[in-house]
C-alpha cells in the first residue's frame, strides 16, 4: 500500500476502523516519492502507527542508512 502523511488519517479512520485487524504493509517507509525520501516524512508516518501491530514498513527504494535506522528505532 501506497502511505504518505496525506493519507495517515485516512488509514486509521476509514480503512482501519472498518477493518482494524487488517494487516497493511507501508511501502518505502510510508514516503510518498521513495527516490528522494524526505526525513520528516518518514518519521511522521512512522511515528504515527507505531503503536499499530498490524502495520508493516516495506524498505524498497531507501537507500539512505540513516532513514533506515530511524525505520528501526521508531
Known amino acids: 500500500f501506497h502511505g504518505g502523511p496525506d493519507k495517515i488519517e485516512r488509514i486509521k479512520t476509514d480503512i482501519l476502523k472498518d477493518v482494524p485487524d487488517l494487516i497493511l504493509i507501508l511501502a518505502h ?36 542508512r540513516g532513514l533506515l535506522k530511524l525505520g528501526l528505532e521508531i
Open 29 to 64: 517507509l510510508g514516503a510518498t516519492n521513495p527516490s528522494y525520501p524526505k526525513k520528516e516524512e518518514i518519521k511522521n508516518v512512522l511515528t504515527s502507527f507505531k503503536d499499530y501491530s498490524n502495520i508493516f514498513f516495506d524498505i524498497s527504494g531507501i537507500s539512505d
